[in-house]
């Protein structure tokens, strides 16, 4: 008997006899079976096979003379050879696995085999955490499958959406205590997908602080590589991403895996190549500092993880990310508005301000076109350094003693709005508040308190305190005009431990947090509907689809140099949509690498983003305020098409001097292109730049030109791209023909 969901485009089959489930969208296909003993095996994940079609014949079991097997007379099956959805700990299988839970004997040996299952159209949230979501039920199909340890009572409940727009799958898996022990789960990996061979470049997006999302591979090799986040935050380091490059493919065409996780906290992420070069990919909360007590009738729900594949190579992987997290995963007011160009004043004055200092700024900002004046750190409690007053969230006596809302009326008065900068998970220990409740920090009772930039964390996995948080911050948003909020989270979470709970939770702390995080986001976001919000992490430390859901923007880095910016962005550009990343021009020479870069360079960098400016502008010359006055009408013009068009990355800084990125209209009518020369050089070669997404067929017009081209000699035969960099001296014009960080930003229209 089949069963299947044939009016929706994304379907999930059910083949009874061979007990096989087919998710399929038309492109993708997602195929599983229960096998003999119950476990839920992967038959195949890639592109789209036919439907109505048994793949048993996909499991294989070769007898291999050193592994053990599930039962006597049966030198076949061993479950170190099976592909499972969900692999476990201690009985055949030693590779790492999904689920490892801790029973009430001490024992960690689980036998999850299937019972039943549930396919319905849809997809419905997971509660407390962010998702992504669907508006109508038909726009995806979800397979929930329950499956027991029957000696413990504990079902695992897991579940996958395919999406009918999106060569997406999202799984999370929810374990329910139905037993009468306790039990521990101390590991829940919310993606286990078990590949057939080991042919892949990996790709993670790495870094530090201002160095946030480098690109690095290398090829999968027999072992476990992975890439984690024990920090509270997913962190700089690492970000919660990978991308399976199948071997051959490169980004425009071939084979690319990518997951994701929704997720804020600590993660892990490790591909374990086996003896036999079968793939293990998993991706889910980290296991380092986490463990869950699961007390009778209770249950833990993990978080989601996206898993995306593409046949249109590494870009092709990035474009469904991109649109799958700009439209839904973030969700609210902002998400398909035009965002408004900002001026804020951390570059530009640190904590050295008062009203007319920023008032002088925003004036500045009114005249040449910026629609919204962000107020950074400094302007509450005793905030005259990083030492003191966070926690203290009203305005700082001495540099604003009018307050601020007579700030926000100055500034909406001029015709602006007004946004304003908070750290809200965080405390000084010179405040008030901290004074008020030293125990609110997160600590460990009787250990050293570790700080990161003098400060300490809150703990947000305490209910009083999202409370406090909430009710100090919505006091000062409904006193006052706030439009926008940069949410900023700067250190790394230490000696994580609730003195509030017993010995059994401690291992929950870093989950909870999140969860309280999550939950201070959603109050804020439900009183405020209006209210844009931007998350920041020191930088990007946490860039990631979990708070995206919240905050349709992040600031990415805290370095705002242009050339930084080509590594920054073109990484970021693989999973995070450009509508995303908060992008600045800045001061030269550049606060963070002390690097002097033409202004229309860094205006043709920060325009591929969220875009604003990080200056004051009373310091740049008449010419360069006319340069400005320019770049924000090119914003007005076509920020709706940065965020909402087809991205393209056409030339990687990490593999040459030139970097190139495009974005084109959906329907190809408009497309802008960045191209950017890191150092000049001697009598350079003759250069072409290939395009992408164009119509073939139409005729493009270069803006401010009068030439066209046909979209096909624009991808075909290429754009010259050569400059007059011909290694002759212009004394009166250094920044004539070409030059060091020159760029270019090309548009073309249909005629
Ligand atoms: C962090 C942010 C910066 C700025 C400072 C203020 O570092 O990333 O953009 O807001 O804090 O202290």
């Not at 109508?136 to 499956?147: F, G, H, V």
């Not at 490790?270 to 909360?285: F, M, N």
């Amino acid at each position: 008997m089949i069963t299947t969901d044939t009016q929706a485009a994304a379907t999930v089959e059910y083949l009874k006899a061979p007990r096989q489930f087919h998710l399929n969208n038309g492109t993708i296909s997602y195929l599983m079976k229960v096998d003999k003993h119950g476990k839920l095996l992967n038959l195949y994940f890639g592109s789209a096979v036919p439907r109505e079609t048994n793949y048993a014949h996909l499991v294989e079991m070769l007898h291999r003379s050193t592994s053990v097997n599930t039962e006597l007379g049966d030198d076949r099956y061993s479950l170190e050879h099976l592909r499972q959805e969900l692999p476990e700990h201690g009985s055949g299988d030693f590779r790492d696995p999904a689920i490892q839970i801790k029973q009430a004997n001490g024992s960690e040996i689980t036998n999850f085999t299937y019972q039943t299952h549930k396919i319905y159209a849809g997809k419905k949230p997971l509660p407390g955490l962010p998702a992504s979501y669907v508006e109508n039920d038909d726009e995806a199909t979800t397979l929930e499958l329950t499956l027991t340890d029957d000696l413990t009572k504990i079902d695992v409940l897991l579940s996958y959406t395919i999406f009918r727009d999106f060569d997406a799958i999202a799984r999370s898996l929810e374990v329910v205590n139905r037993g009468e022990e306790a039990a521990v789960i101390e590991r829940i990996m919310s993606l286990n997908l078990d590949l057939p061979d080991a042919d892949y470049e990996w790709l993670q997006l790495s870094g530090a602080w201002s160095r946030e999302r480098n690109v690095k591979t290398r090829h999968l090799q027999q072992g476990t590589q992975s890439i984690s986040s024990a920090r509270g935050a997913s962190s700089q380091t690492q970000n919660p991403f990978v991308a399976l490059i199948k071997d051959g493919s490169n980004e425009f065409t071939g084979e690319t895996i990518g997951a994701t996780f929704v997720y804020s906290g600590n993660f892990l992420a490790s591909a374990e190549v086996d003896t036999w070069d079968v793939t293990r990919l998993q991706l889910g909360i980290n296991p380092q500092g986490f463990s869950w007590h699961l007390a009778p009738e209770t249950h833990f729900q993990a978080p989601e993880a996206l898993v995306v594949f593409s046949e249109q190579g590494l870009n092709g992987m990035s474009q469904t990310f991109h649109k799958l997290l700009r439209t839904r995963v973030a969700q609210g007011y902002w998400r398909d508005r035009e965002r408004p160009i900002l001026l804020n004043n951390w570059e530009a004055t640190q904590y050295d301000f008062d009203e007319n200092k920023l008032v002088s700024i925003a004036s500045k900002a009114k005249e040449v076109g910026v629609e919204l004046f962000v107020l950074d750190d400094g302007w509450f409690g005793e905030r005259n350094s990083d030492t003191a007053g966070l926690g203290d969230w009203y305005a700082n006596k001495e540099r604003l003693p009018k307050g601020i809302k007579s700030l926000s009326e100055r500034i909406e008065g001029m015709g602006m709005k007004f946004g304003l900068w908070f750290e809200p998970e965080m405390v000084n220990k010179d405040s008030e508040l901290y004074r008020a409740h030293p125990d609110w920090i997160i600590h460990t009772p009787d250990r050293n308190q570790s700080n990161g930039r003098n400060q300490f964390v809150l703990n947000l996995a305490r209910e009083e305190v999202v409370d406090h948080i909430f009710d100090a911050m919505d006091n000062i948003l409904s006193n006052a005009s706030i439009s926008y909020i940069k949410w900023d989270m700067n250190r790394s979470m230490t000696e994580v431990f609730d003195i509030s709970r017993s010995e059994h939770h401690q291992g929950e702390v870093f989950h909870r947090y999140i969860l309280g995080v999550y939950e201070l986001y959603r109050r804020i976001n439900q009183k405020f509907p209006e209210l844009l919000i931007e998350s920041c992490s020191a930088g990007g430390g946490r860039f990631d689809a979990g708070l995206l859901q919240y905050a349709p923007q992040a600031w990415a880095s805290d370095c705002s140099d242009a050339v930084e910016r080509y590594k920054i962005q073109y990484g970021t550009s693989m999973v995070y949509p450009l509508s995303a990343i908060g992008a600045h021009v800045s001061a030269v020479p550049n606060h963070q690498v002390n690097r002097v870069t033409p202004l229309d360079t860094r205006f043709n960098v920060a325009f591929f983003g969220a875009f604003g400016y990080e200056l004051d502008l009373n310091e740049l010359s008449e010419s360069e305020i006319e340069q400005v006055k320019k770049q924000i009408q090119l914003v007005k013009d076509y920020r709706g098409m940065i965020q909402q068009g087809d991205f393209y990355r056409l030339k990687s800084p990490f593999e040459g001097n030139i970097t190139s990125w495009m974005v084109v209209t959906p329907e190809k009518e408009t497309a802008l292109v960045g191209y950017y020369k890191t150092l000049n050089d001697v009598n350079g070669p003759y250069r072409r730049l290939y395009l992408k997404g164009l119509d073939e067929e139409k005729i493009y017009r270069l803006k401010s030109s009068d030439k066209t081209y046909s979209g096909k000699e624009l991808m075909k035969v290429g754009f010259v791209a050569s400059d007059a960099s011909s290694g002759e001296y212009c004394p009166s014009n250094p920044y004539g023909t070409s030059h060091d960080f020159d760029s270019k930003l090309w548009i073309f229209e249909v005629v």
